[in-house]
Nanobody
Framework: QVQLVDAGGGLVQTGGSLRLSCAAS????????MGWFRQAPGKEREFVAA????????GYGDSVKGRFTISRDNAKNTMYLQMNSLKPEDTADYYC???????????????????WGQGTQVIVSS
């Protein structure tokens, strides 16, 4: 089992920045790709970004490209999401996720992720 604890959400004004973190513990040796998803009230869970553990390959959702940056510190088993130029439409609960697979392929489908954090709320005021 892998435990994920995400943190760093909060209330920020339009144009502001936040940095989310996701600390992984447990059997992390089986994890390669980790990612971030978000879910706004009444909407489906949306892919935000993902990163592979070895090559550091990344992938981003179209709505956050150029504004968000995903990174990872493998030594600390921690993943980050730097969010800049935030917009009201970025308001959502953000969840970190991990795949229990050696594959380094970036996948955007939440069903392919096995472990999830508890979520951290981001509110962007206009």
């Amino acid at each position: 089992q892998v435990q994920l604890v995400d943190a760093g959400g909060g209330l920020v004004q339009t144009g502001g920045s936040l940095r989310l973190s996701c600390a992984a513990s447990g059997r992390t040796y089986g994890v390669n790709v980790m990612g971030w998803f978000r879910q706004a009230p009444g909407k489906e869970r949306e892919f935000v970004a993902a990163i592979s553990g070895g090559s550091g390959r990344t992938g981003y959702g179209d709505s956050v490209k150029g504004r968000f940056t995903i990174s990872r510190d493998n030594a600390k088993n921690t993943m980050y999401l730097q969010m800049n130029s935030l917009k009201p439409e970025d308001t959502a609960d953000y969840y970190c996720a991990a795949r229990n697979s050696p594959s380094s392929i970036i996948t955007r489908n939440p069903v392919n992720y096995d472990y999830w954090g508890q979520g951290t709320q981001v509110i962007v005021s206009s």
